[in-house]
């Protein structure tokens, strides 16, 4: 079994500033973890995926993400935020086969 | 560069009206999905399919049924719509057969059931 659990359903942040979106996984299997986003009325993006390689994952737009096994999180966290970064923002895991579990939804606010 | 496509965008039908929304992909995907994505719940497995003429149930199937006759297309039928099926419906697909595949979705269909 595995399941996602993002810890913040809003995140206000003014642009400029660092952005963190937390999640916490579980899963039985070495999952490969992912991150999208989805803009308003537009299908969801993949920003960067973690398939048990280096544990710091790059994805565009200035986004990175850090597996810790340790404390089973995947948060993702861009250092500068943009305008076109509100959005919304979605942890998923994947354990055997292709079956994915997504989280809640993270809605990320910019502030001018 | 097409990916996934989806048709309507948008949709309002009536209780107990049926409709087939439109999914294709010009990726050569073998494995194609269907969600849902209801307000703060994530989205929701419907069905899925892993290759021309293999479909299987997802998380909630209840409602619904689907098709695979080619790799490119995986329509999804609601026979009687209620109004419990008012969301925002997204098909994705993927390639190979690794947990490590990310899927690509197409934009949505918005459908209200009235």
């Known amino acids: 079994a595995q399941s996602v659990t993002q810890l913040d359903s809003h995140v206000s942040v003014s642009e400029g500033t660092p952005v963190l979106l937390r999640c916490n996984y579980s899963?039985?299997?070495?999952?490969?973890l992912f991150w999208y986003v989805q803009h308003p009325n537009k299908g969801l993006q993949l920003l960067l995926k973690?398939?048990?390689?280096?544990?710091l994952v790059k994805g565009i737009n200035g986004f990175e993400a850090e597996f810790k096994k340790s404390e089973t999180s995947f948060h993702l966290t861009k250092p500068s935020a943009h305008m076109s970064d509100a959005a919304e923002y979605f942890c998923?895991?994947?354990?055997?086969?292709?079956?994915?579990?997504f989280g809640a939804g993270t809605t990320v606010t910019v502030r001018a | 560069n097409a990916g996934v496509t989806q048709t309507p965008k948008f949709r309002i039908l009536k209780i107990g009206q049926s409709m087939t929304l439109q999914c294709t992909q010009d990726?050569?995907?073998?494995?194609m999905y269907w969600y849902r994505q209801d307000p703060g719940m994530g989205l929701k497995l419907i069905y899925y399919?892993?290759?021309?003429?293999?479909?299987d149930k997802g998380e909630v199937p209840n409602g619904y049924n689907v098709s695979r006759s080619t790799t490119e297309d995986f329509p999804l039928r609601l026979e009687l719509a209620a109004p419990s099926q008012t969301s925002v419906y997204f098909c994705?697909?993927?390639?190979?057969?690794?947990?490590?595949?990310?899927?690509?979705f197409g934009d949505g269909t918005r459908l209200s059931i009235l």
């Open positions: 998923v895991v994947s354990g055997m086969g292709y079956k994915l579990s």
């Open positions: 399919s892993v290759g021309a003429g293999i479909t």
């Open positions: 973690y398939t048990s390689a280096a544990t």
């Open positions: 990726m050569n995907h073998n494995y």
């Open positions: 899963s039985s299997y070495s999952p490969s």
């Open positions: 994705a697909s993927s390639s190979g057969t690794g947990s490590n595949q990310p899927q690509h």
